[in-house]
């Protein structure tokens, strides 16, 4: 199913409507839908490398918007809505020991869990059913989401089509090792400087 989303997306990379469909599938997929915004991302740049950055922005401001009506499922509609969803997609259990991780490490978490590949509804349905600072979250979203989204656009961009097949199959290792990265350097900055 997800290899004709692709081609399919492909083929529809470089039209009108496909930046719609992008922030479409980012909104939807930080509360409820299973298919990440990758599967449309990487063949919009590949068709319009100039656009990487647009598209990237896209993906970020649709997903942190829909991450809010992950975060108000979780927080107000949890028992009615939010468990079902993650039912549904077979995540039930997730939250078991993932909302005292949110409570415990707060933004870090957010940003952490929001770079990776698992589902981004979890990471907001947990939020709000921990009842997070709104504020923090929606900081630690932003953070999180343009950190992952703007890494695929710009590899894709620098790289091209060579590097698609690596981002598919490996980016949970692309983020762990840029998030790895990205806290050593401020770790040393920290102690060093």
């Known amino acids: 199913m997800l290899r004709g989303l692709y081609d399919w997306t492909m083929r529809k990379a470089a039209s009108d409507k496909a930046p719609q469909a992008l922030a479409t599938v980012s909104f939807a997929e ?17 068709s319009q490398p100039r656009k990487a950055w647009w598209y990237a922005t896209i993906a970020t401001v649709s997903s942190v918007i829909g991450g809010l009506f992950g975060y108000a499922i979780g927080y107000y509609l949890f028992d009615a809505v939010g468990l079902p969803i ?3 997609y077979g995540n ?9 991780f949110v409570r415990e490490y707060g933004v870090a978490a957010v940003i952490v869990k929001g770079m990776t590949p698992i589902p981004y509804k979890v990471v907001t349905i947990a939020a709000g059913v921990g009842k997070m600072d709104l504020l923090a979250f929606i900081g630690a979203s ?16 620098f790289f091209g089509e060579p590097i698609r097949s690596f981002i598919e199959e490996r980016l949970a290792l692309v983020t762990t090792a840029f998030l790895v990265l990205l806290v050593g350097g401020f770790v040393a900055v920290r102690y060093v400087f």
Request: hydrophobic share 60%; glycine share 4%; proline share 9%.
């Open 142 to 157: 932003i953070v999180a989401r343009a950190m992952r989204f703007y890494l695929v656009a710009g590899l894709l961009y």
């Open 86 to 88: 993650l039912k549904f």
């Open 92 to 100: 039930e259990h997730a939250l078991d020991g993932f909302e005292a």
């Open 30 to 46: 930080s509360s409820f839908f299973p298919i990440p915004p990758d599967i449309m991302l990487i063949p919009m740049v590949l």
